[in-house]
């Protein structure tokens, strides 16, 4: 695997991060980079990718700057409570999002703004980590459709594998051994370039969101060696929570039910 030289300077929180936590993932998986120099090596691009454990942001962003950019992330604004590691976040250039709120659009135009700089702006369009049972992307948001269709720029669709096994979905306890390894792979930009000369209706990002989960799920079957269900799985159509442990719900239930029994 060849790594690109960095774009730009990374600053001290780049600096920091790289120093700490690229030799941790190392020493705690292995890696198989594919097609990594898909993402433009400079300009203003968004990378987005599936979403299958807590650990996804650490191998993505490991992923982008070995490839040369620097990973500005819309990240929850829940990380941003904490004076510390906001202040982190912050020098690092991530944007913070309120999801399912109307701030969310703040988000939005930070996000514009930045790949009008140049940036490299990361986005996990389902928003969340996927709620399918057999970790298929899911029913995307159209966060990262808005920005693409608003700026012009390429969207890199990255599919990876592997880090649901060192940590599964909202669990918190690591399984670092045996040694796993970590796949990731970019696809061409998808094609969004009809759809940005539209106008930018409602019906016209919904066909760009799903260009983009579509490529990400075309990645995603290939790395699995499977084929990906015909239709992507929906939590507003099955009753599931969007943000938040899903399993809290069942929790819930099932101690009001104790409860009821027990008067």
Known sequence: MRVRKLEKRRGWAFTVAASILKPTLLSASSRTWIDGEKIPASGGCIVVLNHISHLDPLFSAHFVYDHGRLPRYLAKSGLFSNKYLAGFLT??????VERLTRNAVGAYDAAVKAIGEGECIVVYPEGTLTRDPDLWPMKGKTG????????GCPVIPV?????????????????????????????DPVQLDDLVAQPHTAETIVQ???RIMTAITT?????????????????????VREIGNPA????????????????
């Open 91 to 96: 020098s690092a250039g991530q944007i913070p």
């Open 159 to 187: 599919g990876h594998w592997g880090a649901q096994e060192i940590l599964p979905p909202y669990t918190k306890t690591p399984h670092l051994l045996p040694r796993k390894n970590i796949v990731m792979k970019a696809g």
């Open 248 to 263: 809290d719900d069942a929790r819930r239930a099932s101690h009001r039910s104790r409860r009821k029994r027990s008067r």
């Open 219 to 239: 990645i995603v079957a290939d790395l699995r060696g499977e084929t990906a269900p015909t239709q992507r799985y929906d939590p507003r159509a099955t009753g």
């Open 208 to 210: 760009a969101t799903d």
């Open 144 to 151: 990262a459709a808005r920005i693409a269709l608003a700026t």
